[in-house]
């Protein structure tokens, strides 16, 4: 015990040191709450007063909601297609016994691993044959294929967990395999598959790269974002900024209030 | 005898049957969206029938360079995320519910935000008139503004920020799963904490750690948005060198042949470091 003496001092710069790294990553976004009320008419820090300004240049302008609306039509188009292709795609991938099942397994996590420039290139090229360049839903597709192996990790890591027992119980008393999975596999996947949901519709939210490309000049909010960044800074984007980290709060508050466990899900698996 | 046998057999391939048939749509979007545009990109830098996409890259100093300053800051970006990583996750592994909710809140929330918002922000917090600056005038440790925006430096802080979670996570999730009893029986047996750590915990910590730092190293040799928004032109990286020929110089042959040594390259560190890691985990095993 006289040998602990030493503990709590490692244990205090431990903690300062977590400390000093955390509200490091917090700075940014500490910092954008109060541009976002300021009453300047250019970036100035610390604000010299409060106004709703930005807020309402936000709401105004056309441009602003457009991208809003197309970037939500992206993300949800993006997370239906991940959901609905990637959910039985984990199904296969995890209980399948075929011998090209890991080559398979490395395929679908592969889109994370591939630089996204150069999936973005070589989408460009062969959207551009077909013409799809400008088209809302090309880019939801091209989200879609990133999306996937969080759908994949995310659920694969839940239907592993899975006590197959409860599938053969069931089929025992005559369920047929449709119901089974419906009624009892999928509502206990319920923490994976939200948490996989909420994780696709962010990815394409937020993705920039692939939507340069993509999407012509029927600009995302990430691509009108960045656009603002390179041709002025005002703080309409710091507005923006709020809205979306709100938005974001507020997914996160709903995931781990419906799905037990989305949180640590999503650290550790 | 023979026929429960083979009637489980049928079973098993009918089994087979169904779930391939759930797999396959996402499989042939993968290989329609996915494989497919990736390979005819490739594909391009060899079309003339030749190597001379790649020579024009090996010959030429300035591609060569920019690989190797790409290089030069993936490895810097791990080992910063690797040393600040470290603390936080163990730290996580050890705190309670309350202190390990805000940790999680603190670590998830800058991870879901957009890029592009934290990027702003840190324009308004490293600018020559920025927070930092001011704050450390005002304090009297600099008398002029220190140039943290539009260089290296704010390029790291950036980088350093976006993928410090991808660190953070893995690590933690090793820790979690070493056996709280193992350190605890050195400390019976006599080991300083200290001692606990780095003979017990740590090692078995590594599988985490290989795995952070290859993910961080391979995602951030493809960075694009963060170099290009606070680089300020004077830090190139490779995925800006390829944009700059399909979108300037409409030169698809060679950004295909750039594509294909960034793919290589990652693929392989990728692949070094997975096996640098089953090595690992077999050890402390």
């Known amino acids: 015990m006289r040998r602990r003496s030493g503990f709590p001092l490692g244990r205090i710069l431990l903690g300062l040191a977590a400390g000093l790294v955390l509200i490091f990553l917090m700075l940014p976004i500490l910092v954008v709450f109060p541009i976002s009320f300021s009453s300047a008419s250019y970036l100035q820090f610390p604000p010299p007063g409060f106004s709703w300004q930005w807020y309402g240049r936000y709401l105004d302008d056309p441009s602003w909601i457009d991208a809003t609306v197309r970037s939500v039509k992206v993300a949800a188009l993006c997370t239906a297609i991940a959901m609905g292709l990637g959910v039985p795609l984990t199904f296969f991938l995890v209980r399948s016994r075929l011998p090209g099942i890991r080559a398979l397994d490395r395929l679908s996590a592969a889109p994370i691993i591939v630089p996204t420039i150069v999936l973005s290139i070589a989408l460009y090229g062969v959207f551009s044959d077909l013409q799809l360049i400008g088209e809302w839903y090309g880019v939801a597709v091209a989200h879609s294929v990133l999306a996937l192996p969080f759908v994949v990790i995310l659920v694969g890591a839940g239907l592993r967990g899975f006590d197959q027992a409860q599938e053969q119980a069931a089929a025992g008393l005559g369920a047929s395999w449709p119901a089974i999975i419906w009624r009892v596999t999928l509502p206990q996947l319920r923490p994976s598959l939200i948490s996989a949901a909420f994780l696709a519709f962010i990815s394409s939210f937020d993705e920039l790269v692939i939507a340069m490309f993509l999407s012509g000049s029927e600009m995302t909010l990430p691509k009108k974002m960045f656009d603002n960044i390179m041709m002025e800074i005002d ?35 | 005898m023979s026929s429960p046998g083979a009637s489980r057999r049928a079973f098993g391939r009918r089994r087979e049957l169904a779930l391939l048939a ?59 995320c690797l040393a600040l990583a470290y603390p936080v996750a163990l730290w996580l592994s050890r705190a309670g519910r309350v202190g390990a909710a805000i940790g999680l809140f603190a ?9 592009l918002v934290r990027t702003y922000a840190w324009l308004v917090l490293l600018g020559r008139n920025g927070v930092v600056n001011r704050a450390l005038r005002d ?63 740590f090692p078995l910590s590594l599988a985490g750690v290989s795995a ?18 606070l680089g300020g032109g004077r830090v190139i ?49």
């Open chain 1, 235 to 269: 703080p309409t984007i710091a507005a923006v900024s709020v809205l979306q980290i709100l938005l974001v709060g507020l997914c996160l508050g709903l995931a781990s209030l419906f799905g037990r466990g989305v949180l640590t899900t999503t650290v550790t698996r």
């Open chain 2, 22 to 80: 759930l797999g396959l749509p996402a499989l042939l979007l993968l290989g329609a969206v996915f494989a497919w545009p990736v390979l005819r990109l490739l594909s391009l830098s060899v079309e003339g029938g030749d190597l001379a996409q790649f020579e024009k890259a090996a010959l030429d100093g300035l591609y060569v360079s920019v690989l190797a300053d790409s290089l030069k800051v993936a490895a810097v970006v791990t080992a910063i």
């Open chain 2, 107 to 115: 670590l998830l929330l800058p991870f879901w935000t957009s890029v």
């Open chain 2, 139 to 201: 304090w009297g440790l600099i008398e002029a503004p220190l140039p943290l925006l539009h260089n290296m430096a704010g390029v790291l802080v950036g980088m350093v920020h976006v993928l410090l979670p991808y660190m953070v996570f893995p690590i933690y999730a090793a820790l979690l799963r070493v056996d709280p009893d193992l350190p605890r029986a050195a400390e019976g047996l006599g080991a300083s904490s200290w001692r606990a750590f780095r003979r017990i915990t």
């Open chain 2, 212 to 229: 952070g730092c290859a993910l961080v190293f391979v995602l951030s040799l493809g960075f694009f948005i963060t170099p290009a928004l």
């Open chain 2, 237 to 285: 990286m490779i995925s800006m060198l390829i944009e700059q020929q399909v979108r300037e110089f409409l030169d698809w042959p060679f950004a295909a042949a750039l594509s294909t040594v960034l793919l290589i390259v990652t693929l392989a560190i990728y692949g070094l470091i997975g096996r640098l890691t089953r090595g690992g985990r077999l050890e402390t095993a």
